[in-house]
């Protein structure tokens, strides 16, 4: 009995060791489960606050219209156009809603739509926008010819707009105009030095025209990472080898550009193998440029700024 009573003994202390054990694997599991509730509250309350930031807490239209325009440079395309429906539920359609729509519409691969709402922005004061965007969609056709006068339209009437002048060189280099390419791309870096897209087509223009040293000195001046020139001089070849083709290479992405539809654009152009002037910008003192001004010259802190293989979609230009 005792032998008996002792093993039961035993038998007891470790089902309650057991039983132990599991209360406090339980507890644990508790304490996981709370915590993780917590976090997922703490989530969606950060989200609900977001969400009151950027809509029903704005109490004028301008300010909307900012924080669209802030989500659409962080490429939240598909979110913008939900918060344009809600601005203008609130306050009516205008033609910054409409621009805002139409360059959302553009990113998100609803070329349709796009063109429609780009359209009615040519009887108001987003004219130049109207016609920019319209030129962006028919570059992404691959109709360069006609992306060339709708940038001329636009450039008309916005003259200083860097980002629309390169625009306009690139879609002239596709469409095979070389000479007509050199005027806006060069304005387009004396305006802008430090803007990427203008470094990568002035470099682009280069190649195609065949001033390789020149482009190389440049792309050395602005840091360029090797993906940056290799995409370069690649799409400069096979320029060279279609001529004026109006199809973009198939190694550069030119989504969102003079040939591109929803995130990037990428700076090609298309060919001459007669070599032109060198780009003549502001003297400088590094005569190995061959006269041309850098970003680093004249912005060092743009040398850090790695240059990218396409134009920047999200920046709109001047209003």
């Keep these: 009995m005792r032998a008996l009573f002792n093993s039961g003994t035993?038998?007891?202390?470790?089902?309650?060791?057991?039983m132990l054990a599991l209360a406090a694997s339980g507890c644990a599991a508790t304490k996981d489960r709370y915590a993780a509730g917590e976090d997922a509250q703490q989530r969606q309350a950060f989200e609900a606050a977001n969400e009151m930031k950027t809509?029903?807490?704005?109490?004028?239209?301008?300010?909307?219209?900012?924080?669209?325009?802030?989500m659409q440079q962080q490429g939240l395309w598909f979110a913008s156009l939900a918060h344009i429906d809600a601005l203008e539920q609130r306050w009516g359609i205008t033609p910054d809603s409409t621009r805002a729509r139409a360059d959302a519409l553009r990113q998100t691969d609803q070329?349709?739509?796009?063109?429609?709402?780009?359209k009615r922005l040519l009887t108001t004061p987003q004219e130049s926008a109207?016609?920019?965007?319209?030129?962006?969609?028919?570059?992404?056709?691959?109709?360069?010819?006609?992306?060339?006068?709708?940038?001329?339209?636009?450039?008309?009437?916005?003259?200083?707009?860097?980002?629309?002048?390169?625009?306009?060189?690139?879609?002239?280099?596709?469409?095979?105009?070389?000479?007509?390419?050199?005027?806006?791309?060069?304005?387009?870096?004396?305006?802008?030095?430090?803007?990427?897209?203008?470094?990568?087509?002035?470099?682009?223009?280069?190649?195609?025209?065949?001033?390789?040293?020149?482009?190389?000195?440049?792309?050395?001046a602005n840091r360029m990472s090797d993906t940056t020139r290799t995409a370069v001089r690649e799409a400069a070849l096979q320029m060279r080898a279609a001529g004026s083709s109006t199809?973009?290479?198939?190694?550069?992405?030119?989504?969102?550009?003079?040939?591109?539809?929803?995130?990037?654009?990428v700076s090609t152009r298309?060919?001459?193998?007669?070599?032109?002037v060198p780009l003549a910008l502001k003297p400088t003192r590094w005569a190995g440029m061959g006269g041309i001004r850098t970003a680093t010259q004249m912005n060092p802190s743009a040398a850090t700024t790695e240059l990218p293989l396409s134009t920047n979609p999200n920046s709109r230009g001047t209003p």
């Design 130 to 220: 109207g016609y920019r965007g319209l030129g962006l969609l028919a570059g992404a056709r691959g109709n360069y010819v006609e992306a060339v006068q709708l940038f001329k339209q636009a450039q008309r009437r916005t003259p200083t707009d860097a980002l629309l002048l390169s625009d306009l060189g690139y879609a002239s280099l596709r469409a095979g105009q070389l000479e007509e390419a050199r005027l806006p791309l060069m304005q387009a870096l004396q305006l802008q030095p430090d803007n990427k897209q203008a470094q990568a087509n002035v470099a682009l223009y280069l190649e195609v025209t065949n001033q390789q040293e020149q482009a190389t000195a440049l792309m050395n």
């Design 111 to 118: 070329a349709e739509l796009a063109e429609t709402a780009y």
């Design 10 to 18: 035993r038998i007891t202390l470790s089902s309650v060791v057991v």
């Design 270 to 276: 298309p060919h001459d193998d007669a070599a032109t």
């Design 55 to 70: 809509g029903a807490n704005i109490d004028t239209q301008s300010t909307y219209l900012k924080v669209v325009d802030q």
């Design 247 to 265: 199809k973009p290479p198939a190694s550069m992405n030119t989504t969102g550009s003079a040939s591109a539809s929803a995130s990037t654009r």
